[in-house]
């Protein structure tokens, strides 16, 4: 569901709102990282990672 909602590019804030989840730190180290580990999402600023502008897409097919 995170990747067919990130099919255009959201901020960290915009999804986790998105799914009603209060702990941004457990979202990220459970659902954020390895979905970017697994290469299956993309951060917009690679170079950049804790850039304030860092939106998440998911990879294409």
């Given at each position: 569901?995170?990747?067919?909602?990130?099919?255009?590019?959201?901020?960290?804030?915009?999804?986790?709102?998105?799914?009603?989840?209060?702990?941004?730190?457990?979202?990220?180290?459970?659902?954020?990282?390895?979905l970017?580990?697994?290469?299956?999402?993309?951060?917009?600023?690679?170079?950049?990672?804790s850039?304030?502008?860092?939106?998440?897409?998911?990879?294409?097919?």
């Amino acid at each position: 569901m995170i990747l067919q909602y990130c099919s255009i590019p959201r901020t960290k804030r915009e999804i986790v709102e998105h799914f009603e989840y209060s702990d941004i730190k457990y979202f990220s180290k459970g659902f954020l990282k390895p979905l970017l580990e697994s290469g299956r999402l993309q951060m917009t600023f690679p170079d950049k990672p804790s850039r304030p502008n860092q939106k998440y897409v998911a990879a294409e097919a």
